[in-house]
Antibody, heavy 118, light 103 residues
Framework: EVQLVESGGVLVQPGGSLRLSCAASGFTFSSYWMKWVRQAPGKGLEWVATINQDESKTDYLDSVKGRFTISRDNAKNSLFLQMNSLRAGDTAVYYC????????????WGQGTTVTVS | EFVLTQSPVTLSLSPGERATLSCRAS??????LAWHQQKPGQSPRLLIY???NRATGIPARFSGSGSGTDFTLTISSLEPEDFAVYYCQHHGSFGGGTKVEIK
């Protein structure tokens, strides 16, 4: 079964740091682009970051550039999001997603992990 | 700035009725548009990609159409489990969502 399981979400103070993880299973993780998408309480979906298969290409939402870093460990089938200088506006459920198609469609979604900055 | 605009924001319908959701892109995306469904307390699920292709396991009552800037998601006959929020998506942009609620 194809599965993505996020972890690492906690309550953190403004200015703090956090590292989210996403464990992939049931597919060849190293073959796929991956994304992080977030959803603030009661709000819609917001793309955060994208990474290609070998980490040579990354892209970020403007408001997180310089603060967040997306990375992956293909040997461990894991995706990460390092989050620094956290703000109240970063409070959200964070989803990792497997990407297919050349326009970044999220084909498989994790269950999400909650980050609260307060 | 590229924007996806969904309408209506809320759609109030009864089970068995037909639902028609709209997504408009601020510039042409060809057929490169996807639709996702999100039920309360759950993560999103891909329904449609390339404007009209159903994802694996998606029932035939869901269909997508359109190209360029105007797209439509149609649910032919609403089942109780279809009441949810629907998002269109292209690259890193999502529409604001349409909530399909029980009338």
């Amino acid at each position: 079964e194809v599965q993505l399981v996020e972890s690492g979400g906690v309550l953190v103070q403004p200015g703090g740091s956090l590292r989210l993880s996403c464990a992939a299973s049931g597919f060849t993780f190293s073959s796929y682009w991956m994304k992080w998408v977030r959803q603030a309480p009661g709000k819609g979906l917001e793309w955060v970051a994208t990474i290609n298969q070998d980490e040579s290409k990354t892209d970020y939402l403007d408001s997180v550039k310089g603060r967040f870093t997306i990375s992956r460990d293909n040997a461990k089938n894991s995706l990460f999001l390092q989050m620094n200088s956290l703000r109240a506006g970063d409070t959200a459920v964070y989803y990792c997603a497997r990407v297919f198609t050349n326009y970044g469609v999220m084909e498989v979604w994790g269950q999400g992990t909650t980050v609260t900055v307060s | 700035e590229f924007v996806l605009t969904q309408s209506p924001v809320t759609l109030s319908l009864s089970p068995g009725e037909r639902a028609t959701l709209s997504c408009r892109a601020s510039q042409s995306v060809g057929s490169s548009l996807a639709w996702h469904q999100q039920k309360p307390g759950q993560s999103p699920r891909l329904l449609i990609y390339d404007a009209s292709n159903r994802a694996t396991g998606i029932p035939a009552r869901f269909s997508g159409s359109g190209s360029g800037t105007d797209f439509t998601l149609t649910i032919s006959s609403l089942e109780p489990e279809d009441f949810a929020v629907y998002y269109c998506q292209h690259h890193g942009s999502f529409g604001g969502g349409t909530k399909v609620e029980i009338k």
